[in-house]
């Protein structure tokens, strides 16, 4: 056996397909995201046979090929992720019925969100479970009581009532310059991919956002904006210890109009310096110890935030698998989100994976092979090219008062582009290789309106008069 980590971690690899091969499952998903499909294709590398799907909504013709499939929205049924995820756990009939005619024996096994909550469904018992307790720090009105605990930075904030008469006030005295960001509770809805968040710089805005996120919420967390470039400190936590991986870029853009924050991906290309990236995993390895004490919490973990001129502020915590650690480009064959949910399950197929080993060998194939899953919609008729081809494109970067023209490689496809990278004639994109900037240029060129990174925030706010 090769005696490095990665040669060391081949032992997972070769216990999974002990545990898969021959084996016959079921998927139950809200739809086939991109951590949904990576899930369907280590399970497909492991030997199994993706038997039937149960999905909240209409299957697309790129979803992974299953024998069976039974879709509520083609059943009438209309439900949120949460809602779809409550349906589940209470076992309904008309599933449990569809698949016992499938599966009479009770043979297969379920794999369900990373959400999912059911032990079993119809007595076939549910391969990873996210539990109930572990959503604590997932609500932004509370995750400051961790930040305060383990240490870590964080903005000024207050926890008001979404109506509270003194909003406007509130918000007012934390506005440092560049405006507010307001963050709703999780009492109707677990949201990530910047849903839920505002960032507000007049009092227009201020009224705008309320008003939309009243529907969603009892509490919202005013916090003073703080420039920087938007990142995530993700880790892993073992029985007997935490592994932390280097810091990864979380492509976040915002429309200057309306302080509407806008999800396009993530980057293993940003590289902070040294100092500040070991201060960042530092901070990583400090939640994951206070995880696995407080809640017995094991897996895969982030803590967002934003990496500026003076320093860190971490944002919110996702205490589950999520995507961006940026293994697969590297090392496809390696089954990483099946490893989390054994690590969750504490099952014998993790045993070959020891916290450092995980540690090493996945910083250093992040280093060896960065990469970005960075998708951007353009406008209808927006000529970027024939969809499915790599292509490159110059753009002009803006750093300070000057810019530096960056290739970027993309692929065209379903209405939009997937940024595969940039580059520069010296190799160094600005930023230290963040690809914000760079995606908010490519978005310039083809004429998407309105859009911005962390490199263009100049614009004062307005709340203070």
Excluded at 235 to 261: C, K, N, W, Y
Excluded at 304 to 309: H, K, V
Excluded at 331 to 339: K, Y
Excluded at 392 to 401: E, F, I, K, L, N
Aim: glycine share 10%; aromatic share 8%.
């Amino acid at each position: 056996m090769n005696d490095t980590p990665q040669g060391r971690l081949g032992r997972v690899v070769d216990d999974m397909r002990v545990r898969w091969t021959g084996r016959d499952v079921v998927m139950a998903v809200n739809h086939f995201n991109g951590g949904m499909k990576a899930l369907a294709e280590e399970l497909d590398r492991s030997g199994a046979r993706l038997a039937a799907v149960v999905i909240n909504t209409v299957p697309r013709a790129d979803d992974p090929p299953a024998e069976h499939v039974w879709s509520c929205a083609e059943h009438g049924l209309t439900m949120s992720h949460r809602q779809y995820e409550v349906w589940l756990a209470s076992k309904p009939q008309e599933v449990v019925d569809w698949l016992d005619g499938l599966d009479p024996d009770r043979e297969w096994e379920v794999l369900g969100t990373t959400y999912s909550e059911f032990e079993e469904l119809g007595g076939r018992p549910a391969y990873g479970r996210w539990l109930p307790e572990w959503a604590v720090w997932e609500d932004k009105t509370r995750i400051d009581e961790l930040w305060q605990r383990v240490g870590i930075p964080a903005p000024p904030h207050v926890i008001v009532d979404v109506d509270d008469p003194d909003l406007a006030a509130t918000a007012v005295s934390l506005d440092q310059g560049h405006g507010v960001m307001i963050a709703i509770d999780t009492t109707l809805d677990v949201l990530g991919s910047s849903q839920g968040l505002r960032w507000v710089r007049s009092r227009a805005e201020l009224d705008t956002a309320v008003e939309v996120l009243r529907a969603r919420t009892e509490r919202v967390r005013i916090a003073t904006f703080v420039p920087g470039v938007p990142c995530s400190l993700m880790g892993m936590v073992f029985d007997d210890g935490v592994a932390v991986f280097d810091p990864i870029e979380v492509i976040t853009l915002h429309r200057p109009s309306t302080g509407q924050l806008v999800y396009g991906g993530c980057s293993t290309t940003w590289r902070p310096a040294d100092a500040r990236r070991e201060v960042l995993r530092d901070y990583a390895r400090r939640v994951g110890q206070d995880l696995s004490t407080s809640l017995g919490y094991t897996g895969v973990f982030s803590v967002d935030g934003l990496s500026g001129a003076d320093g860190f502020v971490a944002t919110e915590l996702n205490p589950r698998h999520v995507s961006g650690i940026g293994v697969r480009p590297g090392w496809p064959e390696f089954p990483t989100r099946l490893l989390n949910r054994a690590v969750q399950g504490h099952l014998p197929e993790a045993a070959g994976a020891g916290w450092q080993d995980v540690e090493e060998a996945y910083r250093e194939v992040v280093r060896r092979t960065p990469s970005a899953s960075l998708w951007i919609e353009v406008p209808e008729g927006a000529d970027i090219g024939e969809e499915g081809r790599v292509l490159t494109t110059a753009v002009s970067v803006p750093v300070g008062d000057s810019a530096v023209e960056c290739v970027v490689e993309y692929r065209p496809q379903c209405g939009g582009a997937w940024i595969i990278g940039a580059s520069t004639p010296t190799g160094a994109v600005p930023h230290d290789g963040a690809l914000g900037p760079v995606t908010a240029a490519f978005a310039e060129k083809f004429g998407v309106p309105d859009l911005a990174s962390f490199g263009e925030i100049t614009a004062r706010s307005t709340l203070t008069g």
